[in-house]
Nanobody
Framework: QVTLVESGGGLVQPGGSLRLSCAASGFTTRSSYMHWYRQAPGKERELVAF????????NYADSVKGRFFISRDNAKNTVYLQMNSLKPDDTGVYYCYAAALVHWGQGTQVTVSS
């Protein structure tokens, strides 16, 4: 059974940092492109970042370049999203997505507010 479990969300002040985790089971994350998406209230879900299978190349949305960093720990079968210099516009539910399995996690809420 394939599962993706996100964690690490919460309330943070502007300028703060959070690290999201996506723990996978039922498959190995290094075998799939792994994505982070987010969805703000009233808006469509948007791609934030992804890490490629194999060589682990990464790609980011322009809005988060230089602030967010995606990584993968093969030993823990977990993908991370380090989020720095957070802004109120970063608020939303963050989802992990395994492209090879077409499988979504349940999401974790991130709220950036003073």
């Amino acid at each position: 059974q394939v599962t993706l479990v996100e964690s690490g969300g919460g309330l943070v002040q502007p300028g703060g940092s959070l690290r999201l985790s996506c723990a996978a089971s039922g498959f190995t994350t290094r075998s799939s492109y792994m994505h982070w998406y987010r969805q703000a209230p009233g808006k469509e879900r948007e791609l934030v970042a992804f890490i490629a299978s194999g060589d682990g190349n990464t790609n980011y949305a322009d809005s988060v370049k230089g602030r967010f960093f995606i990584s993968r720990d093969n030993a823990k079968n977990t993908v991370y999203l380090q989020m720095n210099s957070l802004k109120p516009d970063d608020t939303g539910v963050y989802y992990c997505y395994a492209a090879a399995l077409v499988h979504w996690g349940q999401g974790t809420q991130v709220t950036v507010s003073s």
